[in-house]
C-alpha cells in the first residue's frame, strides 16, 4: 500500500457520555473530554504523517463553550491546521449530536 504522507483526512471520533465520566453536578468531566479530544488529534497526526512515533507537546487554549450531560452524544473533529519541519498543529472540537452544536475546541 502506496503511503499518503500530508493528506489531511479529518478523522472524527463519536462517543456516548456515560456516568463514568461524568463529575458529581452530572456533566462531562474536563479530564474524560481532555482524554477523548486528544486522542482525536493523535489520530489525526498519524495519520498526516503516516508514522505512530509522535508525542503530544500540549493542548493549547482548550476552551468548554457549554456542557455536555449524560446521555448526550458527541462528535470529537480534528483537522491538521499548522505543519513545520517538526511539529504538526491539529485543531480540535467536541460537538453535540445531531445538532453539531459546538462544545469545546482546542489546539
Known amino acids: 500500500m502506496e503511503k499518503r504522507i500530508g493528506i489531511d483526512n479529518n478523522i472524527g471520533s463519536a462517543h456516548m457520555v456515560l456516568g463514568r465520566?461524568?463529575?458529581?453536578?452530572?456533566?462531562?468531566?474536563?479530564?474524560?473530554?481532555?482524554?477523548?479530544?486528544?486522542?482525536c488529534g493523535f489520530m489525526e497526526a498519524m495519520d498526516?504523517?503516516?508514522?505512530?512515533?509522535?508525542?503530544?507537546?500540549?493542548?493549547?487554549?482548550?476552551?468548554?463553550?457549554?456542557?455536555?450531560?449524560?446521555?448526550?452524544?458527541?462528535?470529537?473533529?480534528?483537522?491538521?491546521v499548522q505543519v513545520g519541519k517538526s511539529s504538526v498543529g491539529v485543531y480540535m472540537a467536541i460537538y453535540l449530536a445531531p445538532e453539531r452544536i459546538k462544545t469545546a475546541e482546542g489546539l
Do not use: N, W
Open 48 to 80: 498526516f504523517l503516516q508514522t505512530k512515533h509522535i508525542v503530544c507537546q500540549g493542548l493549547d487554549g482548550f476552551r468548554f463553550l457549554r456542557p455536555v450531560k449524560k446521555g448526550d452524544t458527541i462528535l470529537i473533529t480534528s483537522t491538521v
Open 21 to 39: 465520566g461524568l463529575k458529581s453536578s452530572r456533566y462531562l468531566f474536563a479530564g474524560r473530554a481532555s482524554e477523548m479530544i486528544i486522542e
